[in-house]
């Protein structure tokens, strides 16, 4: 895998070619991120039960918007005590809409059938 100069995998980062209004959007599921931790927590953990997957430790997420001041290379130097907002990336669908990223999302009928599998064991 390669690296940006910036320490972020090009993987991650944004498809080239969108169009420039996508930074707004990116800026904008950062404040809505920091809310939704904070005064949404409910929300936040039905969205996480549903996420599948697994970080791929590539940092696109350390770069939305702007580059994280705590990105190191290619981790993050605060990694243990990162915050919350970080911790619950993704929160849902939408901060995955121009992003790769090793999560995605089942459908809450889906989530549920999973679980009766799993009971059935």
Known sequence: MTHSPEGVCPEATRPAGLPWWVWFYDFWGKIRRFF??????????????????????????CAIAFKCPHLSGHSCAIYETRYRQCRAFPIDERDLRYRHCGFHFATPEASGAEARAKDAR
């Open 36 to 61: 939704l931790v904070r005064y949404r927590k409910q929300y936040v953990g039905n969205q996480l039960a549903l996420r599948r997957g697994e970080c791929r430790r590539c940092a696109g997420c």
